[in-house]
């Protein structure tokens, strides 16, 4: 089974820091999700990555494969980014395996 | 477009208690899931469909039923809610499978079971 790891679980960051968060998995992937949770709960996608590098806005995903190493990135943060940002990857190697979350870390970006 | 939307958005039960949360798409998804979100824990899927007529069972399936008559609908029913049960209840849907597709998520559900 697929061990979801974040880090770090809480950050708190000054209006225009460069922010990273880090998802770690344990067994081979197809593909990986990030998620963003607002203060208000409502879940929404920001990136599906299997591979390489992906950006959206202020918003940079990587994954590493061979590492089993995924990292979510916020250029010029805002105030705006607080929510909790949540990664998904498989539950087991096999084709069609549901998804399995992270914890989630909570980012508060102060102005 | 609504999206994804979710009835109710708050409901307290008491021990014993049945209940059923209504998920709608109308996105022409062909996956749709349950989930639940407990504090220190991420989201667990609880049941999913890939397509009408069909359920399969996710990672925390017991004390719930669902049903997908019609395409656009998703139904968790709990027929004897239990404290255990206490949770935010999320419904998603997706066009295929979430290794080709992004999920698209409801608002949520706050249920409290006393």
């Known amino acids: 089974k697929n061990e979801v790891e974040q880090s770090p679980q809480n950050l708190t960051a000054q209006e225009g820091e460069f922010i990273t968060i880090n998802c770690s998995y344990s067994?081979?992937?197809?593909?990986l999700h990030w998620l963003q949770q607002h203060p208000g709960g409502g879940i929404v996608s920001l990136f599906m990555?299997?591979?390489g590098k992906k950006k959206h806005g202020r918003l940079i995903a990587t994954i590493n494969i061979q590492e089993k190493h995924s990292s979510l990135h916020i250029t010029a943060s805002h105030p705006r980014d607080s929510a909790v940002y949540i990664c998904?990857?498989?539950?087991?190697?096999?084709?069609?395996?549901?998804?399995?979350f992270g914890e989630g870390t909570q980012l508060t970006v102060n102005p | 477009n609504a999206g994804v939307t979710q009835t109710p958005k708050f409901r307290v039960l008491k021990t014993g208690q049945s209940m059923t949360l209504l998920c709608a798409q109308d996105?022409?998804?062909?996956?749709m899931y349950w989930y639940r979100q407990d504090p220190g824990m991420g989201l667990r899927l609880i049941h999913y469909?890939?397509?009408?007529?069909?359920?399969a069972k996710g990672e925390v399936p017991d004390g719930y039923n669902v049903s997908r008559l019609k395409k656009q609908n998703f139904l968790l029913g709990l027929e004897s809610a239990a404290p255990s049960q206490t949770s935010v209840y999320f419904c998603?849907?997706?066009?295929?499978?979430?290794?080709?597709?992004?999920?698209?998520f409801g608002p949520g559900t706050r249920l409290t079971v006393l």
């Open positions: 998603a849907s997706s066009y295929l499978g979430w290794e080709v597709n992004e999920q698209f």
């Open positions: 998904a990857a498989p539950a087991e190697e096999t084709s069609g395996s549901r998804l399995t």
């Open positions: 469909s890939v397509g009408e007529g069909t359920t």
């Open positions: 996105m022409n998804h062909e996956y």
């Open positions: 067994v081979g992937i197809s593909a």
């Open positions: 990555l299997s591979s």
